[in-house]
């Protein structure tokens, strides 16, 4: 059990008053309640009710809440860094980040279990990415630690279709779409939506390569033209497009929804490569979106955290083959 000390520098009727009076939740005492020894005054166990004296040493738990309960995968994982307070993790592309029905047992949660190995571990991931998107992943250790990160800011990387030639933002509202009290997976922009915006700046202007490749290469057969038509459903379009470009584009999101920078690109008409729910049909297997760069404050600490890390091998690969 890790403990939280401070001084005491005035009188309080309660440890109860104390803890309000400085930000902590209901969640979050209660949870102190729970059991003896999460409290500790001047060395010894105490409940919410004791009063405190200026003077006084307090401690309590950093992290008084259950054991998180999922399945631990044991797999190697990316760290990018770690100490007593953050883990921070390089997620790949094609790995969910928390458990579904359909990847129970191939998920970053479950691997950062594994790798903490602790049965009072509790995951708190400070943000999420979409299973194909890759980059930095941020994960508290203890509820303290989580309750005093703040101003976290992220860079994300994305290619996307079409040529973009001035910075863009795009601010429209995001909503979920629920059938039968089901979530589906797609989003759309809608007025009842919650707020969010982002900015897109261009960094490089690019060729498909890929896509010219491949058209050079079906047009030498004109059998194989037609075998790729039947097998993209007729789509023709798919196949004698004549808009090759493709930019490399910084993204910055306010606050950030689920599917944000893919909705809010193809809304202006520059789906991310390989998005197959807002994009179009092309000749990658995800899309390419990367958190390259996060910085955050932490005010237990007083200090400033920035991590970057470079673009993953298939994403290198593809902005190397389109210079």
Known sequence: MKYLEMKIEKNY??????????GYSEHFIKNLRAYF?????????????????????LKIDRNPFKGTEIEKIYAPIDVVYEDDYYLVVN??????????????HNNLAGMVCAYIDDSEFTLRIMNRLDKDASGLILIAKDTITYQNTVNIEKEYYAICHGEIRNKF?????????INYGINERKRIISPFGQYAKTTFTPLK?????????????????FRMILYKIALSGGNYN????????????KAEIFKGRTHQIRLHASSANHPLIGDEIYGKRDLYNHSYLHLKKMKFHNNELNKDFVFEIPYPADFKKVVKSLR
């Open 169 to 177: 933002v795009v601010e429209a509202p995001i909503c979920t779409v």
């Open 238 to 249: 798919y196949i004698r497009k004549e808009n090759y470009a493709l930019t490399l584009v």
């Open 91 to 104: 997620k790949p592309a094609l790995l969910p980040t928390t458990p579904t029905r359909s990847h129970y």
């Open 205 to 221: 202007r690019l060729k498909d390569v890929k896509f010219l490749n491949f058209r050079c290469q079906v047009m030498k057969n």
């Open 37 to 57: 020894g999460a409290i500790k005054v001047n060395g010894k166990a105490e409940n919410i009710n004791h009063k405190l004296k200026i003077g006084d040493t």
């Open 13 to 22: 009727e309660s440890v109860y008053i104390f803890l309000k009076e400085h």
